[in-house]
């Protein structure tokens, strides 16, 4: 794909967006931008990815003329695939692709795709440091945070790539093909996105779809949907949580086991891979210790942005929970909690967009307090939380009401958890 000379429209800046225009601009193309948000703030973004100089942009809504004086329109991964700009560009045979595809595009190195509802970030993590511990050179990229687009151009020929894929990024795809896929689960999530269940599972399996004989796809025996797919697939077939499945290491769990059969794949010897799992100590922002106060312990776990995030994070907790959720919320079933919340959750703080569908579904269960802002409810539950207690972030929700990311909930959170 000859990128140079090209007028290449970018939908949506954020981080992918602002990766997106410097690849384009390395490659002696034209980026331009396209973005709904106020003109404020997309200023001060392209001034911060060092592009005020080098990008023509346009904000605080998307127009025709600008959209169709391109060559090819990139979508970021929070645009809708019915989005306006994308009409209009299919409208005018213009093409159309996702930040994923067109990495692909330009990458010749091995792909371990990894995607899921739940652990995803951490089962990339885990692989990508077991690769790097067994001698291999590896690069950690993707939903994880640090965009592929921003990386194909530097790698090495002996690379693998690591990448976390999310089902946005996903469902814009349509010739990209990891050697390694592997499918950790698929629970309610995005609902607010996807029209439902089906379609969203669809998006998923699209990591599958170009994989041939040559290649391995990972999956989980316990989810029914994501077992059946042998059936349909072309690529080697390989299931964690199996039945029978013996565990090498004694603290191995879902996250453990998919990353344990990745690393097979590339002949990595156990006793590396055991070592890795015992020094592992988790990602930020996921099951996060924070700190101890008064004999309190304070835990982050804002990247739980669903209800299974939420039950997890119950699950893991050994002392009665103070829990803060809420945020904007995704369509989900809050109720399936229910059972869990009544055993571990002694009182609940919510916030955010969402917090009227939550005290809905736990009122009757359990004591509910609504807070203003996050700095808030981290003040009501100290006062709630005696000595022996937890007082947990898991939000079941995504951030955008309040904050840009859960990255940024998460530190903010840290921030008032460390100021009392």
């Given at each position: 794909m000859d990128i140079r000379g090209k007028r290449i429209i970018i939908i949506g800046l954020g981080l992918s967006g602002a990766s997106l225009a410097k690849f384009v601009l390395r490659l002696?193309?034209?980026?331009?931008?396209?973005d709904s948000a106020p003109k404020e703030i997309i200023a001060e973004t392209i001034c911060a990815a060092g592009l005020e100089s080098q990008v023509k942009w346009e904000a605080d809504a998307h127009t025709k003329d600008f959209i169709l004086d391109s060559d090819a329109v990139v979508i970021s991964p929070g645009v809708r695939r019915d989005a306006l700009p994308i009409q209009w560009a299919k409208e005018n045979n213009i093409p159309v692709l996702g930040e994923i595809e067109?990495?692909?595009?330009?990458?010749?190195?091995?792909?371990?795709?990894?995607?899921g509802s739940n652990g995803k970030t951490t089962v990339s993590t885990l692989i990508h440091a077991i690769l790097e511990k067994s001698g291999k050179k590896a690069c950690l990229c993707g939903n994880i945070g640090s965009p592929f687009i921003g990386h194909v151009l530097d790698l090495s020929s002996e690379e693998i790539?690591?990448?976390?894929?999310?089902?946005?990024?996903?469902?814009?795809?349509?010739?990209?093909?990891?050697?390694?896929?592997?499918?950790?689960?698929?629970?309610q999530n995005h609902l607010d996105r996807h029209n439902d269940m089906e379609e969203y599972f669809l998006a998923k399996t699209q990591i599958f779809k170009n994989q041939d004989v040559d290649d391995f796809a990972i999956l989980n025996f316990n989810d029914e949907k994501t077992r059946n797919l042998k059936s349909q697939l072309k690529a080697k077939v390989s299931y964690f949580n199996g039945p029978h499945e013996q565990k090498s290491y004694a603290g191995e769990n879902l996250n453990f086991l998919a990353a344990?059969?990745?690393?097979?794949?590339?002949?990595?010897?156990?006793?590396?891979?055991?070592?890795?799992?015992?020094?592992?100590?988790?990602?930020?922002?996921?099951?996060?210790?924070?700190?101890?106060?008064?004999?309190?312990?304070?835990?982050?776990?804002?990247?739980?942005?669903?209800?299974?995030?939420?039950?997890?994070?119950?699950r893991a907790m050994q002392r009665p929970v103070v829990m803060i959720c809420g945020g904007r919320d995704k369509n989900i079933d809050f109720s399936v909690l229910s059972e869990i919340v009544i055993e571990?959750?002694?009182?609940?703080?919510?916030?955010?967009?969402?917090?009227?569908?939550?005290?809905?579904?736990?009122?009757?269960?359990?004591?509910?307090?609504?807070a203003d802002?996050?700095?808030?409810?981290?003040?009501?539950a100290k006062q709630k939380a005696e000595q022996g207690d937890c007082v947990l972030l898991s939000p079941m929700c995504t951030s955008f009401d309040m904050f840009k990311n859960f990255e940024e909930r998460g530190k903010v959170f840290k921030e008032i958890v460390n100021q009392l």
């Open positions: 002696g193309g034209e980026p331009r931008i396209s067109l990495a692909w595009f330009f990458c010749r190195n091995p792909i371990v795709a990894i995607t790539v690591v990448l976390e894929v999310s089902s946005f990024q996903l469902e814009s795809t349509s010739t990209f093909r990891p050697h390694v896929s592997v499918l950790l689960n698929c629970t344990r059969k990745v690393a097979h794949v590339f002949g990595v010897p156990d006793d590396v891979i055991n070592k890795v799992f015992q020094d592992f100590r988790g990602v930020e922002h996921r099951l996060e210790w924070v700190r101890t106060l008064d004999k309190v312990d304070f835990i982050n776990d804002s990247k739980a942005t669903t209800a299974e995030a939420g039950q997890w994070a119950l571990k959750v002694k009182f609940m703080i919510i916030i955010g967009e969402a917090r009227k569908k939550i005290k809905k579904a736990f009122a009757s269960l359990i004591d509910i307090e609504e802002s996050l700095c808030d409810a981290v003040k009501k």
